[in-house]
């Protein structure tokens, strides 16, 4: 397991930096100018490296997984933006001071980058709501990251374009043809995106399946993944898997779905050995003298008594007579299982007492 972590922290790290030349050449593509290169991609790279920073000061109140690196991508994705529209903004300006044009650019756009990093940080802080640590980590590292790509991108694409004396050299004449095309053909558009929607909702949708086989995903060239899939095929066997229920393992309706689900397993997958509490309880052998102290104890200790239009009978008994002459006791899940049926006083009550 540690041999795959280690190998899908390697596979991120070779992406990390493909993904960052893959992004300058775009941006070098439409501006023609590595100054705008430098303005976008510099705050996220700092942010990048601050949400690190922080998950390291943190590091002791946190789980972090292989996963983690996938900070880098998602805040370059989700916070790329606000310094081009910074940027951008800038470079429409009309007036001639830069100064003043770099004022009057943070005043019209800094309203809507901080609604779009807030609803963001907002929606990756979500993934904080649940059990699983890891995802908690990542929810809350992006969180950090994106309100850190805003503050970043307020304050330092300013100075980096007074700095670098960025202007928007090129500009690509088909945008602005393009800009009349929805208002043009809106119905159509709309009929389109419509038509796509029932086609995901009617045919894409259910074919959407949460089982996965996780050692599909992991890396197939790696030595001990390639050593598991030979010892599954040869012995017909894999790695243990858990369920966890949640749900009072002391009541007795609990029990028995616990048994039915083992059995489910048993038959759908014949070479599966199961092993729960049902298992285990079963596995105990009890005798008639074991079964009817455990009954007379279980009794006494949880103040079991007859209803009170029954005061005359013993208790005792009622329980020995039932044991020697009704039962057969072989485990102590027989045990549970039959107490049920005791006359009087056999029930739930009693099975989940024991």
Wanted: aromatic share 10%; with cysteine.
């Amino acid at each position: 397991m540690n041999a795959v972590q280690e190998r899908t922290f390697m596979e991120f790290m070779r992406v990390v930096p493909l993904m960052f030349l893959l992004i300058a050449l775009v941006l070098f593509f439409f501006h023609r100018t590595l100054k705008l290169v430098v303005i976008a991609l510099l705050p996220m790279f700092y942010a990048i490296l601050v949400s690190f920073g922080f998950l390291g000061m943190i590091k002791e109140y946190v789980v972090i997984s292989p996963q983690i690196i996938l900070i880098a991508p998602l805040l370059v994705a989700f916070g790329i933006g606000d310094a081009l529209y910074i940027s951008n903004r800038f470079a429409e300006e009309k007036i001639e001071d830069t100064r003043e044009r770099t004022i009057s650019s943070i005043k019209f756009i800094q309203k809507a980058i901080f609604l779009t990093s807030i609803t963001t940080a907002l929606g990756f802080a979500s993934l904080m709501i649940g059990t699983l640590k890891p995802l908690f980590t990542l929810g809350f590292a992006l969180a950090v990251g994106i309100i850190g790509c805003w503050v970043l991108s307020i304050t330092l694409v300013p100075c980096l374009i007074l700095i670098l004396k960025y202007k928007k050299r090129y500009e690509l004449k088909s945008w602005k043809g393009f800009g009349k095309v929805p208002i043009n053909n809106r119905k159509k558009i709309l009929a389109v995106a419509l038509i796509f929607l029932i086609i995901s909702l009617g045919v894409c949708l259910p074919n959407i399946r949460t089982s996965a086989d996780y050692y599909v995903m992991a890396p197939q060239d790696e030595p001990s993944v390639i050593k598991m899939q030979e010892y599954s095929q040869r012995f017909e066997a894999g790695q243990a898997g858990m369920m966890l229920v949640r749900a009072d393992v002391t009541s007795y309706n609990t029990l028995c779905t616990i048994e039915y689900i083992e059995e489910m397993i048993s038959r759908t997958a014949p070479h599966t050995k199961t092993l729960s509490v049902v298992g285990v309880m079963k596995m105990m052998k009890v005798n008639t003298t074991v079964a009817t102290e455990m009954l007379l104890g279980t009794i006494e200790e949880y103040n079991i008594t007859l209803p009170d239009f029954i005061p005359d009978i013993n208790i005792t008994n009622v329980v020995i007579q039932y044991v020697k002459e009704q039962v057969m006791v072989e485990s102590y899940w027989d045990l549970v299982v039959k107490a049920g049926a005791i006359p009087i006083i056999g029930g739930p009550e009693l099975q989940s007492a024991l």
